[in-house]
């Protein structure tokens, strides 16, 4: 199946944007090659700067760029996006309500082999806790290109973020995106699956073996974590009485502990969350490592059947 990574499709789309927005500006903290920045770098140098290994000064220089009007983007990876620069996008970006755009990649397990140092499985978590953050984590390729585009054209901070690799195509080129408003990839009756990122692909493999089983499920991409489409999760939920969120994140704070939040208010229904169960991850393959932690379509499959009672 083709299909191409998240920060590729940030690469190739903050190029396309700054040839028309004079305000696009970005720091890099020594990984541009990685974050796929370097195209950016070499055709507007005046408008990129690298500060090296050093993401509290790229968070000020951010803040330092937005009261001047620019549309700063902090680049790196997302476990030293959240947590090495925390307190200066909390008080000097979030605080003052700045238009910085922190946009990460290398989140949750897709680090894989770089082991736990590198997986960031707390960082949406860790903003959605933040006021005045808009928190996203795009599916593919096309969706992330145009989530972008809508998170520079709106006001304010956003984290974003995004896989290391490849993942396949759900989307057209041209399908359109709205923050804050989730897409409904799949519609059913039986059971809701709720997923974001690269958990989306493995939504896509549980859906099909469980329609073929003969359970319904209505399927969601929501790649919009904060603020979150409360609208759309109280029709799933009042739909199939049933939902499975699943994130490639801690269970506590991320994409559950959102549709919990909402699912805890109402009279009826039950949810279930698939992801990291409060602990760290381990150097290994993507998928293995899925596997292990009981977080791969198997698992959704498992989960749905027993909710469903149909295992």
């Known amino acids: 199946m083709s299909g191409e990574s998240t920060r590729q499709a940030f690469g190739d789309v903050i190029v396309d944007i700054a ?12 990984i541009g090659k990685s974050m796929k920045t370097v195209a950016f770098s070499q055709k507007f140098p005046d408008r990129h700067i690298n500060v090296g ?11 330092g760029l937005a009261t001047l009007g620019m549309i700063p983007i902090v680049s790196t990876y997302a476990v030293f996006g ?13 605080y003052a309500e700045l238009n910085v755009k922190v946009f990460c990649s290398h989140g949750g397990l897709t680090p894989a082999n770089d082991g736990p140092t590198h997986q960031a ?35 304010g901070p956003v984290y974003m973020r995004f ?18 408003k989730g897409k409904i990839l799949k519609r059913g009756h039986d059971i809701s699956i709720i997923a974001n990122g690269d958990m989306v692909h493995e939504a896509l493999k549980a859906t099909e073996i469980l329609e073929n089983e003969g359970i319904s499920v209505e399927l969601i991409d929501m790649h919009t974590i904060k603020p979150l489409d409360q609208t759309l999760v109280l029709e799933t939920l009042k739909k199939t009485k049933r939902i499975i969120t699943v994130e490639d994140h801690n269970v506590i704070n991320g994409l559950g502990s959102a549709v919990a939040d909402i699912v805890s208010e109402q009279e009826a229904g039950i949810m279930r969350k698939i992801g990291l169960k ?15 932690f009981e977080m791969d379509f198997t698992e959704i499959v498992k989960v749905a059947k027993e909710m469903t009672n149909k295992n």
């Open 19 to 30: 040839e028309h927005n004079e305000k696009v500006f970005v720091i890099d903290c020594d």
């Open 53 to 63: 290994i050093a993401e509290q000064n790229a968070a000020g220089v951010a803040a």
């Open 82 to 94: 959240s947590m090495r620069m925390l307190e200066q996008i909390r008080t000097s970006v979030c």
């Open 121 to 155: 499985i707390e960082d949406m978590g860790i903003y959605r806790t933040i006021p005045n953050m808009t928190v996203i984590m795009p599916a593919d390729y096309h969706s992330c290109r145009a989530l972008i585009k809508k998170a520079i054209e709106m006001d």
């Open 163 to 180: 896989t290391r690799d490849a993942m396949p195509f759900y989307y057209e080129p041209d399908a359109q995106f709205e923050i804050g």
């Open 278 to 292: 409060d602990r760290f991850g381990e150097s290994g393959p993507y998928h293995d490592l899925l596997k292990k």
